[in-house]
T-cell receptor
Framework: DGGITQSPKYLFRKEGQNVTLSCEQN?????MYWYRQDPGQGLRLIYY???????QKGDIAEGYSVSREKKESFPLTVTSAQKNPTAFYLC?????????????FGPGTRLTVL | AQTVTQSQPEMSVQEAETVTLSCTYD???????LFWYKQPPSRQMILVIR??????QNATENRFSVNFQKAAKSFSLKISDSQLGDTAMYFC???????????FGTGTLLAVQP
């Protein structure tokens, strides 16, 4: 089945550690996105990628990094510089970056910093 | 800056009744797109309905319809014949014309009561 997978579903990290969240899609989509969801704040855009080997910062990129070496993969690294990383992280993709395209979301990863 | 406001943090409706969720947005753009996404307890984000700003006709998807008032910058979602499976967080979202960067409201938690 075509779709977006995120792993792991739950992730625990000690303070000061970097951690990488996986996002894979087999929809042949060019554009991919990472969002952070906090209670009462909706979703906020961390990074996005319009095409392979390209990515741009979203609204809250500080403390995060990404790569887009393959079309189907867009991993997100939460670095120790992120002050409050505990949140729910959602990955999404769309056929391309044009505005009328629906974004399809993965099931999310819950990150907890211990 | 573009903003999306959902003024109803929580709502409740009886099964088979109709409920309307409110959303207002602020933009100086003339070309944009509006979306309602649903996030059930599984936390999977699902597109409910989409409206293009240049279309005067309100979008409809089965039991879901919108009331789009462009001059008032209002985009409400009406759910008819509410079902228990409609229980979810509902997010209003906005995209301005040239990009696919979604801007989300803070969400409305809808509970459908049996």
């Amino acid at each position: 089945d075509g779709g977006i997978t995120q792993s792991p579903k739950y992730l625990f990290r000690k303070e000061g550690q970097n951690v990488t969240l996986s996002c894979e899609q087999n929809l042949n989509h060019d554009a991919m996105y990472w969002y952070r969801q906090d209670p009462g704040q909706g979703l906020r855009l961390i990074y996005y990628s319009q095409i392979v080997n390209d990515f741009q910062k979203g609204d809250i990129a500080e403390g995060y990094s990404v790569s887009r070496e393959k079309k189907e993969s867009f991993p997100l690294t939460v670095t120790s510089a992120q002050k409050n990383p505990t949140a729910f992280y959602l990955c999404a993709s769309s056929p391309d970056f044009r505005s009328y395209n629906e974004q399809f979301f993965g099931p999310g990863t819950r990150l907890t910093v211990l | 800056a573009q903003t999306v406001t959902q003024s109803q943090p929580e709502m409740s409706v009886q099964e088979a009744e109709t409920v309307t969720l409110s959303c207002t947005y602020d933009t100086s753009e003339n070309n944009y797109y509006l979306f309602w996404y649903k996030q059930p307890p599984s936390r999977q984000m699902i597109l409910v309905i989409r409206q293009e700003a240049y279309k005067q006709q309100n979008a409809t998807e089965n039991r879901f319809s919108v009331n789009f008032q462009k001059a008032a910058k209002s985009f409400s979602l009406k759910i008819s014949d509410s079902q228990l499976g409609d229980t979810a967080m509902y997010f209003c979202a906005f995209i301005r014309g040239a990009t696919n960067k979604l801007i989300f409201g803070t969400g409305t938690l809808l509970a459908v009561q049996p």
